[in-house]
C-alpha cells in the first residue's frame, strides 16, 4: 500500500530531471562568480525515484579544467548537503543574522564539488513507491550512486572528460569503496566511455567494526573514562560487540552496564565526536538529532579554530525556509515532512554496518586508484588508531613499502597532523597508493573544526600526493647541539 502522502506527488516530476542554474541563494554575500546548480537527479523512473545534488563549480574562470569531486556523508543516511556542504566545506555557511558567510576554506577554490543526499529518504531525495523506504541497505545505495553519477554526467556532459574524485567521512567508508568497484566494473564494459575515476578519500571512516570502532584505549588515554571502566571494556564487553549486541535488538546485562557507566564517567554533554567539543546553549535542532551531540557557543574569535558549535541549528533553520528551498530548486514535491540532517524516513538495514570494506580497499588499491584515509585527532567514534591500523593492514598485505617515515605535516608554519605514505614503484618512480594522515585538533567531521587543515590535505589528495613535509633540519641540528638541548630543557622546566 502506498501511503497518500507518496501518492500526491506530481507524476511528471519522476520523469524529468531537474537541474536548474541557482540565481541567488538568500542572503548570498554579492559579487559571486562561480556558478550553483541544484535540482534533482531521477535515478529510477519506474519507481519514480530521484536523488536531491547541490553542485558548486570551482571558484575559477575556467572551472571545466579543474577536477570534480562528489562528496557522500555517512550516517547511514545523513545529508550531504547539510552536513559537506553547509557545515563543512561547501561556499557559504549561515551565519547569526540568517545571513550566509563566505567560507574561505571551501573546496571549491580547488574542485567542482557534487553534494549528493542519497540515499532515498535523506534530506530532499525520494521515490514514489513506499518498499524503497524501508530495508535500503549498502548494495542498493552503491547501484542508486552510480546511475546517479551516469545521468548527472549526462545532464552536464561538460564534465565527462572532467577527473573524478570520491571523498566522504562516518559511514561513507561503506558507500564510497562499494561505488568504488561499480564505477571500475562499469568502465571495464564494452562501448562505454570510461569515467575517468583518480582517487579515494575517506574521513574517520567505518571500515570494520571488528577495528574501526574500539575507542576504550583511546578514552581511557585522554582521561574520559576511569582505568575500571577500561578493564570491563577489554574484558566484558568492548564497542564492537555493544553496537553487534545493538543492532539486533539484544543487549547483554553485561553491555548494558558497561553502556551506563561509559555515559555516567564520560557525561551527557560529552560529544562522542569530538572530546574538544563544548555545548550548545541555544537548545534546538542540534539537541533533537543525536548525530553530532550536543555542541555550544563559543567566543567568536574561536568559530573558525574549532567549529561554530550553534552552526547545525542555523543550518536546520535555513533548509527548511520555503525561499531557500525554492532557489535551491528543492522539495519541489511539497514532503509532509521537514528536511533533517539524518535518515529522514528511511530505514536502513543496520546490520550491513558490520560489513567488512578492508577487501574492497584492497581491491581498489590492486586497480591503481590512490587512496587517503585521514582522522581527525579528537574522534572518539572511530578513533584515529583504529584507522592507521587498517592503513598497516593494507600496506603489509599487498606489500606496500612506506615512502617516507611517520611524521608531522604542515598547515603553512603549524603542523596540520601526522602522516605516512605507501607506495610502490612504477616506471622507475615512487608512486603513492596509500597515505593515512591525522589532522591535529580536529572531529569527526574534520572540515568543520579544522578547515584550513582540510583543505590543506584535500589539495593534496587532489595532486595525488601526501600532505606536505616542512623540513626540520634547523630543528634537528638544534636538539642534537648538547648546549641548545639544555636551554631547551631549563625552559621546559
Same mark, same amino acid.
Request: aromatic share 10%; glycine share 6%.
Given at each position: 500500500m502506498v501511503p497518500i502522502w507518496l501518492c500526491i506527488f506530481s507524476s511528471f516530476l519522476f520523469y524529468k530531471t531537474?537541474?536548474?542554474?541557482?540565481?541567488?541563494?538568500?542572503? #548570498?554575500?554579492?559579487?559571486?562568480?562561480?556558478?550553483?546548480?541544484?535540482?534533482?537527479?531521477?535515478?529510477?523512473?519506474?519507481?519514480?525515484?530521484? =536523488?536531491?545534488?547541490?553542485? &558548486?563549480?570551482?571558484? $575559477?574562470?575556467?572551472?571545466? $579544467?579543474?577536477?570534480?569531486?562528489?562528496?557522500?556523508?555517512?550516517?547511514?543516511?545523513?545529508?550531504?548537503? %547539510?552536513?559537506?556542504?553547509?557545515?563543512?566545506? %561547501?561556499?557559504?555557511?549561515?551565519?547569526?543574522?540568517?545571513?550566509?558567510?563566505?567560507?574561505?576554506? $571551501?573546496?571549491?577554490?580547488?574542485?567542482?564539488m557534487l553534494y549528493v543526499e542519497s540515499p532515498i529518504g535523506v534530506g530532499f531525495s525520494y521515490s514514489n513507491t513506499s518498499s524503497d523506504y524501508t530495508n535500503w541497505d549498502d548494495v542498493a545505495t552503491a547501484k542508486e550512486n552510480l546511475q546517479f553519477i551516469l545521468n548527472w554526467i549526462?545532464?552536464? +556532459?561538460? /564534465? !565527462?572528460?572532467?577527473?573524478?574524485?570520491?571523498?566522504?567521512?562516518?559511514?561513507?567508508?561503506?558507500?564510497?569503496? #562499494?561505488?568504488?568497484? =561499480?564505477?571500475?566494473?562499469?568502465?571495464?564494459? +564494452?562501448?562505454?566511455?570510461? *569515467?575517468?575515476? !583518480?582517487?579515494?578519500?575517506? %574521513?574517520n571512516p567505518l571500515l570494520d567494526l571488528e577495528i574501526s570502532v574500539k575507542s576504550s584505549e583511546y578514552l581511557w588515554s585522554h582521561g574520559a573514562i576511569s582505568d575500571e571502566l577500561l578493564?570491563?571494556?577489554?574484558?566484558?564487553?568492548?564497542?564492537?560487540?555493544? =553496537?553487534?549486541?545493538?543492532?539486533?535488538?539484544?543487549?547483554?546485562?553485561?553491555?548494558?552496564?558497561?553502556?551506563?557507566?561509559?555515559?555516567?564517567?564520560?557525561g551527557s554533554d560529552t560529544d562522542m565526536g569530538d572530546l574538544l567539543a563544548p555545548i550548545c546553549e541555544s537548545s534546538g535542532a542540534a539537541g533533537q538529532l543525536g548525530v553530532l551531540g550536543k555542541l555550544a557557543t563559543i567566543h567568536e574569535k574561536d568559530v573558525r579554530k574549532i567549529g561554530d558549535p550553534c552552526l547545525i541549528d542555523r543550518i536546520y533553520?535555513? =533548509?527548511?525556509? +520555503?525561499? &531557500?528551498?525554492?532557489?535551491?530548486?528543492?522539495?519541489?514535491?511539497?514532503?509532509?515532512?521537514?528536511?533533517?540532517?539524518?535518515?529522514?524516513?528511511?530505514?536502513?538495514?543496520?546490520?550491513?554496518?558490520? *560489513?567488512?570494506? *578492508?577487501?574492497?580497499? $584492497?581491491?581498489?588499491?590492486?586497480?591503481?586508484?590512490? &587512496?587517503?584515509? /585521514?582522522?581527525?585527532?579528537?574522534?572518539?567514534?572511530?578513533?584515529?588508531?583504529?584507522?592507521?591500523?587498517?592503513?598497516?593492514?593494507?600496506?603489509r598485505d599487498l606489500k606496500l613499502v612506506a615512502l617516507d617515515k611517520y611524521g608531522p605535516w604542515y598547515d603553512d608554519l603549524q603542523i596540520g597532523g601526522w602522516s605516512q605514505s605507501y607506495g610502490g614503484v612504477r616506471e622507475g618512480k615512487n608512486v603513492t597508493y596509500l597515505t593515512f594522515a591525522t589532522v591535529r585538533g580536529a572531529a569527526h567531521e574534520v572540515p568543520y573544526t579544522s578547515p584550513s587543515q582540510a583543505?590543506?590535505?584535500?589539495?593534496?589528495?587532489?595532486?595525488?600526493?601526501?600532505?606536505?613535509?616542512?623540513?626540520?633540519?634547523?630543528?634537528?641540528?638544534?636538539?642534537?647541539?648538547?648546549i641548545d638541548l639544555m636551554n631547551l630543557f631549563s625552559i621546559a622546566i
Open positions: 531537474s537541474s536548474e542554474l541557482i540565481t541567488s541563494l538568500p542572503g #548570498q554575500p554579492p559579487n559571486i562568480l562561480f556558478k550553483q546548480h541544484s535540482g534533482y537527479i531521477v535515478t529510477n523512473s519506474q519507481h519514480g525515484r530521484a =536523488l536531491f545534488y547541490y553542485f &558548486v563549480e570551482a571558484d $575559477s574562470e575556467n572551472a571545466t $579544467s579543474l577536477p570534480l569531486t562528489l562528496w557522500l556523508n555517512g550516517g547511514p543516511g545523513c545529508s550531504s548537503v %547539510g552536513f559537506g556542504a553547509f557545515m563543512e566545506h %561547501g561556499p557559504f555557511q549561515p551565519g547569526k543574522d540568517g545571513r550566509l558567510i563566505k567560507n574561505k576554506y $571551501s573546496w571549491n577554490l580547488e574542485s567542482n549526462e545532464k552536464f +556532459p561538460e /564534465y !565527462k572528460n572532467s577527473e573524478l574524485f570520491l571523498a566522504g567521512e562516518s559511514y561513507a567508508g561503506h558507500y564510497i569503496p #562499494q561505488l568504488t568497484i =561499480l564505477l571500475l566494473d562499469y568502465n571495464r564494459k +564494452p562501448n562505454v566511455k570510461p *569515467i575517468k575515476l !583518480k582517487s579515494i578519500a575517506l %574521513g578493564t570491563m571494556k577489554r574484558t566484558i564487553c568492548n564497542e564492537t560487540r555493544l =553496537l553487534l549486541e545493538s543492532i539486533h535488538n539484544n543487549m547483554s546485562n553485561e553491555c548494558s552496564e558497561v553502556w551506563e557507566l561509559t555515559n555516567e564517567e564520560m533553520m535555513y =533548509l527548511n525556509k +520555503p525561499e &531557500v528551498q525554492k532557489a535551491l530548486h528543492a522539495n519541489t514535491t511539497h514532503l509532509p515532512y521537514a528536511w533533517d540532517f539524518c535518515l529522514g524516513h528511511l530505514q536502513y538495514q543496520r546490520g550491513d554496518l558490520a *560489513i567488512n570494506v *578492508i577487501p574492497l580497499l $584492497s581491491n581498489i588499491l590492486k586497480e591503481n586508484i590512490q &587512496v587517503l584515509l /585521514y582522522s581527525g585527532d579528537q574522534d572518539t567514534k572511530i578513533p584515529l588508531t583504529q584507522t592507521r591500523k587498517i592503513a598497516k593492514l593494507l600496506a583543505l590543506i590535505l584535500f589539495r593534496a589528495f587532489l595532486k595525488g600526493q601526501p600532505p606536505s613535509r616542512r623540513n626540520n633540519t634547523i630543528r634537528a641540528n638544534m636538539l642534537h647541539n648538547p
